[in-house]
């Protein structure tokens, strides 16, 4: 955005929807420009709630498979893919990102299932892949969570990350 704004995310902002939406009424009411973060696991009413209020989403698809997201992130992510068909088809304006985490997500064929998916659904939507960020052990730590990426694990090299972003262009050239 030309004149900066206002991107809510951290705890999904859909999971506090109504301090959320109070903050993006503020916003647009003052002419800020808006942006949230969000995995979309949420009940569909909330989020097309936000629809109005927000210039950008930035939608996390972490994981396609049904079963492998059910045994890493802890639930189905049959409502994640609803919702994004759902915010698509509002007209939204969407950037889907894959957090890549090494032994996760980061495989080819979840890369590509998920950018097949996103531009079978709609070809506008821009699709960014991010590295590896190996700080969030230390959230884990902090919260007495425990962590499943392996202490020590590095972020991919650019040169693998070239070649996960291929995968994802030649989706979008298909």
Same mark, same amino acid.
């Given at each position: 955005?030309?004149?900066?704004?206002?991107? &809510?995310?951290?705890?999904?902002? #859909?999971?506090?929807?109504?301090?959320?939406?109070? +903050?993006?009424? &503020?916003?647009? *009411?003052?002419?800020?420009?808006?942006?949230?973060?969000?995995?979309?696991?949420?009940?569909?009413?909330? +989020?097309?709630?936000?629809?109005?209020?927000?210039?950008?989403?930035?939608?996390?698809?972490?994981?396609?498979?049904? !079963?492998?997201?059910? *045994?890493?992130?802890?639930?189905?992510?049959?409502?994640?893919?609803? @919702?994004?068909?759902?915010?698509?088809?509002?007209?939204?304006?969407?950037?889907?990102?894959?957090?890549? +985490?090494?032994?996760?997500?980061?495989?080819?064929?979840?890369?590509?299932?998920?950018?097949?998916?996103?531009?079978? #659904? @709609?070809?506008?939507?821009? +699709? !960014?892949?991010? @590295?590896? @960020?190996?700080?969030?052990?230390?959230?884990?730590?902090?919260?007495?969570?425990?962590?499943?990426?392996?202490?020590? #694990?590095?972020?991919?090299?650019?040169?693998?990350?070239?070649?996960?972003?291929?995968?994802?262009?030649?989706?979008?050239?298909?």
């Amino acid at each position: 955005f030309e004149k900066g704004g206002i991107t &809510l995310s951290g705890g999904d902002p #859909t999971m506090q929807a109504d301090f959320s939406l109070s +903050i993006l009424e &503020l916003c647009k *009411a003052n002419g800020v420009n808006t942006a949230i973060e969000t995995c979309l696991y949420a009940d569909e009413a909330v +989020i097309m709630r936000f629809v109005p209020l927000v210039d950008q989403f930035f939608v996390d698809i972490k994981i396609f498979d049904d !079963e492998k997201h059910k *045994a890493v992130v802890g639930v189905s992510n049959k409502k994640i893919l609803s @919702n994004f068909r759902a915010l698509c088809n509002s007209g939204a304006k969407i950037c889907v990102r894959i957090p890549l +985490i090494p032994g996760y997500t980061d495989d080819d064929k979840n890369i590509r299932d998920v950018a097949k998916f996103v531009y079978e #659904t @709609n070809k506008s939507v821009d +699709i !960014e892949l991010l @590295n590896y @960020n190996p700080l969030a052990a230390n959230k884990f730590d902090t919260l007495n969570e425990k962590y499943l990426v392996g202490k020590g #694990t590095q972020p991919l090299s650019e040169e693998l990350m070239k070649v996960k972003r291929k995968i994802v262009s030649d989706i979008m050239e298909v």
